[in-house]
């Protein structure tokens, strides 16, 4: 079956920085771009960060853009978010998504871990 588990939040201060890990298994993760969505309080969730299957391209919003650093290793099936200097609006649970692949002309549907809080806070 397929997982996507993530690993790595918690409760930290402004200013400060947190890595998530998204541990992924049972399809080919070498195949698939993979993002982070994150949703906050009140809000709609947000595409956060994608990188592309072969790590050749990244984008971030521009929220974020500056602070964070998506990262992949392939050996090891896991995607990673650096998060520096975090400020109490990154405070959301975060999402690990793999966009599913187009077969035979077919979108296959995405695949969700099942979120991670990141609270930050003083």
């Known amino acids: 079956q397929v997982q996507l588990v993530e690993s790595g939040g918690g409760l930290v201060q402004p200013g400060g920085s947190l890595r998530l890990s998204c541990a992924a298994s049972?399809?080919?993760?070498?195949?698939?771009?993979m993002s982070w969505y994150r949703q906050g309080p009140g809000k709609e969730r947000e595409l956060v960060a994608t990188i592309s299957s072969t790590a050749s391209r990244t984008n971030y919003a521009d929220s974020v853009k500056g602070r964070f650093t998506i990262s992949r290793d392939d050996a090891r099936n896991t995607v990673y978010l650096q998060m520096n200097s975090l400020k109490p609006e990154d405070t959301a649970v975060y999402y690990c998504?793999?966009?599913?692949?187009?077969?035979?002309?077919?979108?296959?549907?995405?695949?969700w871990g099942q979120g991670i809080q990141v609270t930050v806070s003083s």
């Open positions: 998504n793999a966009p599913g692949l187009t077969i035979l002309g077919i979108r296959r549907p995405d695949y």
């Open positions: 049972g399809f080919t993760f070498s195949l698939y771009a």
